[in-house]
């Protein structure tokens, strides 16, 4: 079965180092990846993805994320936290095959970056 | 742009009670889908539409119905509403559903069943 998953539920982290946080999946063929942002009582931001190409990916606010196909990990990484980075991060895969859009996500992990 | 926007964003229901959360986009997207969000639980897909009069079922669609008879509007009904339905309810769409375009999300709909 295809599945994504977050082994952290939190991640602490003082403003100014840098961050990871984490995410494995398992799913036949070749993956679609995602990161999304959760910020308190908002729906969620897209802040990357990776189709294919180049392992490392660039997205908004800073924030870059490595696809390892022989980890099966898309971590997601920031060299220098900021506190405003505090929020719920979802890593999603889409389900490879098929005309539809449909995403499996992790269940969360929730940063804290201390001032 | 007003994005996806679900209306109501807080609801209290009783016990075997309906009701049906609305949910809108302006973009002239393809592809809609419903979400739950429970704690420790992620998103579940609860139905989605590829477009106007195509609906099919996601993870969890039982105790839900959707129709999409407009590109703009995918109501989620809940006929007779359970505990268990106590959730956060997220609308998303996103443009060709073939082209791992990203998803935009509404704010939710919180919702308690008493």
């Known amino acids: 079965a295809q599945s994504v998953a977050q082994p952290e539920d939190q991640v602490n982290v003082a403003e100014g180092n840098p961050l990871t946080v984490k995410c494995t999946y398992s799913v036949s063929g070749n993956p679609y990846l995602f990161w999304y942002v959760q910020y308190p009582n908002r729906g969620l931001q897209f802040l990357l993805k990776?189709?294919?190409?180049?392992?490392l990916v660039k997205g908004s606010y800073g924030f870059e994320a490595e696809f390892n196909k022989s980890q099966t990990s898309f971590h997601l990484k920031k060299p220098s936290a900021l506190v405003s980075d505090s929020a719920l991060y979802f890593c999603a895969v889409r389900v490879p095959g098929g005309a539809t859009n449909k995403l499996i996500f992790g269940t969360g992990t929730l940063l804290a970056v201390q001032p | 742009n007003a994005g996806v926007t679900q209306t109501p964003k807080f609801q209290v229901l009783k016990t075997g009670q309906s009701m049906t959360l609305q949910c809108a986009q302006d973009?002239?997207?393809?592809?809609m889908s419903w979400y739950r969000q429970d704690p420790g639980m992620g998103l579940r897909l609860i139905h989605y539409s590829v477009g106007a009069g195509i609906t099919d079922q996601g993870e969890v669609p039982n105790g839900y119905n959707v129709s999409r008879s407009t590109t703009e509007d995918f109501p989620l009904r809940l006929l007779s509403a359970a505990p268990s339905q106590t959730s956060v309810y997220f609308c998303?769409?996103?443009?060709?559903?073939?082209?791992?375009?990203?998803?935009?999300f509404g704010d939710g709909t919180r919702l308690s069943i008493l």
């Open positions: 990776y189709i294919t190409g180049d392992n």
């Open positions: 998303a769409s996103s443009t060709d559903s073939r082209r791992n375009q990203p998803q935009h």
């Open positions: 973009m002239n997207h393809e592809y």
